[in-house]
């Protein structure tokens, strides 16, 4: 029986990975984007060559009530990955209380707003599965800022407090480390800074090889599938030895 998954940041990078790596018949992938319809829809469409369905929902996960209405829109879900992530690179020194707010609304509070709707009904069927997209700055402390890595910090928490609460009504969470993986945004954000950010990463791991999305696609197919009902609470590394806990 095929899944209903929604993935937020669907519209690139390690977002559309994801879609695609769970894109087989019987699946629907709910590929959410903010006013990115276009490149959302090329997802969709390799989604769709690889027999799934796929639909798209538009929301600023900034606003609360974009996210509840996302939550609505996409109706009961099988598997919830919260990918969307708001980067940031300001220094304390100068960084706006609002850009610590929105850094926060977007990585932290959307993904709870998002558990807390549509893990009802996942726990009404007694499955479901929630996969959180963190980071290991937040066992580094850097190079990002200090409300990502803070916020990143906090999703970890939050998986882990949620996996506690939920894990009775059979649905898992846990939390997905991407490692140094050269994103579209990353690479926006550093801004031709790569030699000083992304290649000393590399340089550290256990794997010294740049890593893409689609590494991380077989360890998602793990966290969502029926085998792993006994995994969670946990903060999967998949980084090329990046780090070891």
Not at 98 to 124: H, I, R, Y
Not at 157 to 183: D, E, F, M, Q, Y
Request: charged share 15%; aromatic share 2%.
């Amino acid at each position: 029986m095929g899944q209903r998954i929604l993935i937020t940041g669907a519209r690139r990078g390690i977002g559309a990975a994801l879609a695609v790596g769970l894109a087989r018949p019987g699946n629907i992938l709910l590929l959410h984007h903010l006013d990115a319809a276009a490149e959302a829809e090329t997802v969709a469409g390799l989604c769709r060559d690889l027999g799934a369905k796929a639909e798209l929902l538009d929301a600023d996960l900034a606003d609360p009530a974009a996210v509840r209405s996302l939550a609505t829109a996409a109706g009961p879900v099988d598997v919830l990955i919260n990918n969307a992530a708001k980067a940031s690179n300001v220094d304390i020194g100068v960084l706006p209380l609002d850009e610590w707010q929105k850094t926060f609304a977007v990585n932290v509070t959307a993904p709870m707003l998002l558990t807390q709707a549509l893990s009802v009904g996942m726990a009404e069927r007694g499955w479901g599965r929630i996969v959180n997209v963190v980071s290991p700055t937040v066992r580094m402390g850097g190079p990002s800022g200090p409300s990502y890595v803070s916020s990143k910090a906090a999703l970890i928490g939050l998986t882990r407090s949620l996996a506690r609460t939920l894990g009775p009504a059979g649905i898992t969470v846990n939390a997905l480390s991407p490692g140094a993986i050269r994103t579209e945004g990353e690479a926006e954000l550093a801004a031709g800074r790569e030699a000083e950010t992304h290649a000393p990463l590399v340089a550290t791991q256990a794997i010294p090889r740049s890593l893409v999305p689609e590494d991380l696609v077989a360890t998602l197919r793990l966290l969502v599938s029926d085998g792993s009902g006994a995994l969670t609470g946990q903060v999967i590394e998949v980084g090329g030895g990046l780090i070891f806990r």
